[in-house]
């Protein structure tokens, strides 16, 4: 390896480990090749560009219908992506439909997202606030995943990209990766606003309970999107409802709009969720 970060990183997989829920331990083993980044393991899907995309824009339509396909966020997603020939699936689509939502909320100067997967929460939050410092926590698999699919890009956040790799470090970018065994030092650091999708409930209670901990500190905004319930391999039972909400204020709590059916070439090639996913923003000042 040439690049310090990724070498930084590689070394760090094993701190992590103990962090992981059962759902992670079965995924994430020491056999899986996270430098594929069209490995699929649990966080997301990095699909090339064929000729069953035709397929999938037709289904996709029907379940979101038309506009997003011509909206701003689209259309800049589309920019970025079109440069390693990749493809706007489904779980681009959500994330655009995310953001295009959350803008009319919120304008952040600092952004953590929580459990991304495929760099499609940190290109979001880029593209949609591009003034913004981002922060990006994951497991340490799952931040390597995410850098060797950046380190391909064009872009601006290329140009400033920090690893935290100690609780008091010092040295800020446009874009800070840290892997979750060093998650405390985003603790009283004036992140306005955090985002999460589809992570909480793949986590164990109390890994849950400890970045609500980093969230109320912040005196936060907090977007969370997770299945209602989900029962882990592990047997652990996680329910949306039973976060530590605290006192936090509702902006809005709803069912998931865009989280309720999924395409496939299987017939009936549209299907519906197993169980319902909620969506909120809540307010921790």
């Given at each position: 390896m040439q690049d310090l970060i990724l070498e930084k990183l590689y070394k760090n997989i094993k701190n992590t480990d103990n962090?992981?829920?059962?759902?992670?331990?079965?995924?994430?083993?020491?056999?899986?090749?996270?430098?594929?980044?069209?490995?699929?393991?649990?966080?997301?899907?990095?699909?090339k560009k064929g000729f069953k995309n035709l397929f999938y824009d037709f289904l996709n339509k029907k379940i979101f219908g038309e506009e997003i396909f011509n909206s701003k966020?689209?259309?800049?997603?589309?920019?970025?992506?079109d440069q390693t020939h990749r493809y706007i699936d489904i779980d681009t689509i959500r994330h655009i439909l995310t953001f295009e939502?959350?803008?009319?909320?919120?304008?952040?100067?600092?952004i953590c997202i929580i459990g991304d997967g495929k760099l499609n929460g940190v290109l979001g939050a880029?593209?949609?606030f591009p003034e913004a410092k981002i922060y990006n926590v994951n497991l340490t698999e799952t931040l390597i995943?995410?850098?060797?699919?950046?380190?391909e890009l064009n872009i601006e956040l290329n140009n400033s990209i920090g690893l935290v790799d100690k609780i008091d470090f010092k040295e800020e970018k446009k874009l800070n990766f840290i892997p979750a065994n060093f998650k405390n030092y985003l603790m009283n650091k004036n992140i306005d606003f955090f985002i999460t999708i589809a992570a909480f409930q793949e986590?164990?209670?109390?890994?849950?309970?400890?970045?609500?901990?980093i969230i109320s500190s912040n005196k936060s905004t907090l977007y969370c999107c997770s299945?209602?319930?989900k029962k882990l391999v592990g047997g652990e039972e996680i329910y949306f409802d039973k976060y530590p909400?605290?006192?936090?204020?509702?902006?809005?709590?709803?069912?998931?709009?865009?989280?309720?059916?999924?395409?496939?070439?299987?017939?009936?090639?549209?299907?519906?969720y197993d169980g319902q996913v909620k969506h909120c923003l809540v307010d921790f000042s």
């Open positions: 962090l992981k829920s059962s759902h992670w331990k079965k995924l994430l083993t020491k056999d899986s090749n996270v430098f594929n980044k069209l490995s699929h393991f649990g966080f997301g899907s990095y699909t966020t689209y259309k800049l997603y589309k920019s970025i992506f939502k959350l803008k009319a909320y919120v304008n952040p100067k600092k880029h593209l949609s995943n995410d850098y060797l699919i950046l380190k986590m164990t209670v109390g890994e849950i309970d400890n970045y609500f901990k299945r209602e319930y909400w605290s006192n936090s204020k509702k902006i809005f709590w709803e069912n998931c709009p865009w989280n309720q059916k999924w395409s496939s070439l299987r017939y009936p090639f549209i299907h519906k």
